[in-house]
């Protein structure tokens, strides 16, 4: 079993920035592919990040590339999401993700966290 905790949502205006953390227990961290997916009221959840154990392999879906990144830090078993240039179509709760290894795109994960909002005003 994992257990996945966010935290580090909030209110921020438009063109801010927000640093999503993510803390882990349970699994043996450095053995997971650890992602980021969203969802707003209404929209289905979408998959925005992976990143691999190793930190070599990373997934920024098209519609977050060039804004948000991930990363991870095996020694914390936590893994990050760098927000930038935030828009208010950002606005959704913000999960945490893990699963074994495997193809990095894809979206099926076994672990999920609580969420976190994220709110961005114009």
């Known amino acids: 079993q994992v257990q996945l905790v966010e935290s580090g949502g909030g209110l921020v205006q438009a063109g801010g920035s927000l640093r999503l953390s993510c803390a882990a227990s349970?699994?043996?961290?450095?053995?997971?592919?650890m992602g980021w997916f969203r969802q707003a009221p209404g929209i289905p959840r979408e998959f925005l990040a992976a990143?691999?154990?190793?930190?070599?392999?990373?997934y920024h879906a098209d519609s977050v590339e060039g804004r948000f990144t991930i990363s991870r830090d095996n020694a914390k078993s936590a893994v990050y999401l760098q927000m930038n240039s935030l828009k208010p179509e950002d606005t959704a709760v913000y999960y945490c993700?893990?699963?074994?290894?495997?193809?990095?795109?894809?979206?099926?994960?076994?672990?999920w966290g609580q969420g976190t909002q994220v709110t961005v005003s114009s």
């Open positions: 993700a893990a699963r074994g290894d495997g193809i990095i795109s894809t979206s099926q994960y076994d672990y």
């Open positions: 349970g699994r043996t961290f450095r053995s997971l592919v």
């Open positions: 990143i691999r154990w190793n930190s070599a392999s990373t």
